[in-house]
């Protein structure tokens, strides 16, 4: 009896030992599933965030890509480069007081200001001064100097440039702008636009003085000139004082001027007067037979030449 007690005390240990066996054994089975889930969910996570980065990297790479055979194949990244061979296309635009001529399709605004349309950080734009020395003193108190023929000036990574004309009165600046880092693609190009801007009567000019340079059916050319007086602001020191005036220089390219319909003419006998009337076939073969330049005085009306007179030059 004893002995079954006994053998029956040990058969129910060994059972109690063998389901905890069961249990641990279950247990750590199920911590090692959830480790080895919370691994494989980490390692799904790392793998989506490089499958994440390398499409950003692989997005970015075609991006530089289209942008360098962009720029290989139109130059500037597609912006106002003609291909190898092609000529460009300008149009000329004019406003009250100057022209430029600007590519087709390539720049939107309107005077004063255009922007390049596909880059905003590339800027046309143009400003009226009273003076040479004006503008050069305002521009050079914001840190514009003189390189060349422009003054010029680098800020916030964008290289300026200044084009100064003079005009019958005061001056025109022409001003543009680039990124610095794209020098080698825009410079040139802006340069050679800076190069078709030209200053022309505005509609409140009353005169224009000039060489007339070109006659053609509606139109002169005129070579700009400034009639200065002792009275005139531009009067300096070495201009003929007993003379009463000077014929000075404007610095800009010849202009083209609109004749008006009913524009007269008017020359002088022998050069010194009387005024003598002439109608405009007259007047062109009287301009092409003189043997020196005649100094002329256009009067103006709206922009556009309504009298032109041969200047008195005693």
């Known amino acids: 009896m004893k002995n079954r007690f006994r053998n029956g005390a040990a058969g129910a240990v060994c059972a109690v030992f063998v389901a905890m066996g069961y249990l641990m054994s279950t247990g750590c089975a199920g911590l090692n599933q959830a480790k080895e889930e919370e691994q494989q969910r980490s390692e799904n996570e790392q793998n989506s965030q490089k499958q994440e980065s390398f499409e950003e990297e692989t997005q970015n790479s075609r991006k530089q890509e289209s ?83 422009d003054m010029q000036k680098t800020e916030s990574g964008l290289r300026y440039h200044v084009r100064i004309k003079e005009a019958i009165e005061g001056v025109w600046c022409l001003f543009y702008r680039y990124p610095e880092e794209m020098k080698d693609i825009y410079a040139e190009e802006l340069s050679e636009i800076a190069d078709t801007f030209a200053v022309t009567a505005t509609k409140d000019d009353k005169y224009l003085y000039g060489y007339i340079t070109k006659f053609a059916s509606g139109s002169v050319t005129v070579d700009q000139k400034k009639w200065v007086t002792p009275e005139s602001k531009e009067w300096n020191a070495s201009y003929d004082q007993d003379a009463g005036f000077a014929v000075v220089d404007i610095d800009s390219e010849d202009a083209a001027y609109a004749l008006g319909e009913d524009c007269t003419f008017s020359v002088l006998e022998n050069h010194q007067g009387p005024p003598v009337g002439l109608d405009v076939n007259e007047f062109e073969t009287y301009w092409k037979d003189a043997e020196n330049p005649i100094l002329w005085v256009m009067e103006m009306e709206d922009g556009q030449i309504r009298h032109i007179a041969e200047q008195y030059m005693p």
């Not at 942008?67 to 290989?72: I, M, R, V, W």
């Not at 500037?76 to 480069?81: D, L, V």
């Not at 100057?98 to 005077?111: A, C, H, R």
Request: aromatic fraction near 10%; charged fraction near 25%.
């Open 67 to 149: 942008f360098e055979e962009k720029t290989e194949k139109n130059g500037s990244a597609g912006h106002n480069i003609a291909a190898a061979g092609e000529e460009k296309q300008f149009s000329p635009v004019k406003a009250d007081g100057y022209t430029i001529n600007l590519p087709e399709s390539k720049w939107i605004g309107e005077p004063n200001l255009w922007c390049a349309e596909d880059n905003e950080l590339l800027q046309i734009w143009t400003a009226l001064y009273a003076s040479r020395e004006e503008a050069e003193q305002i521009l050079g108190d914001v840190g514009y100097t003189q390189m060349g023929g």
